[in-house]
């Protein structure tokens, strides 16, 4: 079942969860009122979400949320307050951006704060994390989007020789950052950014430099990436979701701008948030007037149409997650609950501060595994966990066999979405070649 979960800035609003096929509402959870980019489920176990209660306040929280439990059981107290969060896919850790522009670093299991650094001159807006998930890519109120190798923030030998902790800096943006994306491949990956100055910047990690610039009549706060990445969906405060295109030669067919292949212009607010689901066939858009729209991404037409509480739509996510048909015992129930039920401990609000006996010290240096890009960065990929999960072994730790698994999973998921991925592909191409021989018999009958 893929669920669509939306979260409102107003505290009434609380999280609503719906059926993207059906429309049901599955369950309301209550007391939340977060940021935008603020909400998070932490590998399907549970739902996360920063709250700001005051958008001047100098304090706020983090809260976690079971699916069995309406009210939420974990509250967590940074030291600034929190606005964009993100996870890896297996939810062992949370990165935060902070209102002074540190991004936070934290353990899941263990709530422990095991990285804090200062990323930006204001605010973070927004977090990303690259699909190989070795690259953050941050976006803050001074304009600025930047790029972070995971890795190499753990490393004190290679944090000390760089000259600056980031991959790349991107300052071209004139105005606050509003989102963020990252495609496929990644450090190979394209970034595609929105701002108040109304324009979305695409990027080249490898090339560390700006490919395209598209310009909006209006500006942009959310946008939603094309499985495929030949166009993306740009949510606009005038009420319309843009389609850009990301390849071909520049053109300006439409009356909108340079780049700009369509809109859908049937909201009567402005957009706020964006979300396909898995398949990228069904783009959801969230509201500020509290209204969620589901559309179909090949006809361009809404398909269904969601109410959520009070207040504005600020967050949109459209997850999998499975539900179970066979019959249990009320002992299966019963253990099934108890599991569901089980949050980890509140997240920590300085480094180190928890007395116990594990080691916590930084990655002094790493394996020489990476991938080298032309201009001869190197990115730490998959190949260093593995030789993590063998040093792991030679030393008998118990975490070699929870890293395993976590890699075969995360290989699996990937080579799942590469397999959906290849399948679109095929369909637009065969749609093509359909639409070739049409237009050849239909010319020679002429």
């Known amino acids: ?15 609503s969860c719906f059926d993207l096929q059906t429309g049901a509402e599955q ?7 977060s940021p935008s980019h603020g909400l998070l489920s932490i590998g399907g176990r549970f739902l996360a979400s920063s709250q700001l209660r005051d958008s001047s306040a100098s304090s706020g929280s983090i809260l976690y949320w079971s699916w069995n439990k309406l009210q939420a059981e974990v509250r967590s107290f940074p030291a600034e307050p929190i606005s964009p969060l993100v996870s890896n896919r297996e939810g062992t850790y949370i990165i935060g951006g902070g209102s002074r522009g540190d991004i936070y670093y934290w353990d899941v299991a263990s709530g422990r704060l095991l990285n804090k650094w200062h990323a930006h001159y204001r605010a973070v807006t927004c977090l990303v994390l690259s699909d190989d998930e070795s690259l953050l890519i941050s976006g803050s109120e001074d304009g600025s989007v930047r790029v972070w190798s995971l890795y190499k923030l753990f490393n004190v030998i290679e944090i000390q020789k760089a000259k600056q902790p980031y991959e790349h800096s991107f300052s071209e943006h004139t105005l606050r950052v509003t989102d963020v994306v990252c495609g496929s491949g990644g450090c190979s990956a394209i970034v595609i950014s929105a701002s108040e100055d109304r324009t979305c910047k695409v990027w080249g990690i490898s090339e560390g430099r700006l490919l395209r610039t598209v310009e909006f009549p209006s500006i942009i706060d959310a946008i939603a990436l094309d499985p495929g990445e030949k166009s993306f969906f740009a949510g606009s405060r005038d009420g319309k979701i843009y389609i850009a295109a990301l390849d071909g030669e520049r053109t300006s067919s439409s009356s909108f701008g340079m780049h700009i292949i369509g809109a859908l212009s049937e909201h009567s607010k402005a957009v706020s948030c964006l979300a396909l689901n898995m398949d990228g066939n069904l ?4 509201l500020v007037d509290g209204t969620i729209r589901v559309w179909d991404t090949k006809t361009l037409q809404i398909v269904r149409m969601l109410k959520h509480s009070k ?26 609950r108890r599991h569901e039920s089980s ?16 080691d ?5 240096s790493l394996p020489s595994h990476c991938t080298e890009t032309p201009d001869g960065r190197l990115y730490y990929t998959s190949h260093v966990m593995s030789s993590h999960i063998k040093e792991f072994q030679q030393q008998g730790s118990s ?41 050849g018999d239909q010319n020679k009958r002429m």
């Open 1 to 15: 079942m893929e669920l669509v979960i939306a979260s409102s800035s107003v505290d009434s609003g609380g999280i």
């Open 27 to 33: 369950s309301r959870f209550k007391s939340c009122s």
């Open 283 to 286: 783009l959801v858009s969230g």
């Open 311 to 336: 207040g504005p739509v600020n967050n949109v996510l459209v997850i999998r997650r499975s539900l179970s048909k066979n019959p249990q015992t009320a002992a299966n129930r019963q253990a099934s």
């Open 343 to 358: 949050l980890p401990p509140p997240l920590d609000k300085y480094t180190n501060s928890k007395d116990d006996d594990i």
């Open 360 to 364: 916590v010290n930084p990655i002094i």
């Open 399 to 439: 975490a070699a066999s929870e890293m395993e698994m976590a890699r075969l999973r995360l290989d699996s998921k990937r080579s799942l979405e590469m397999t959906h991925q290849w399948m679109k592909m095929y369909e637009d191409l065969h749609h093509f070649c359909v639409d070739e021989l049409v237009d």
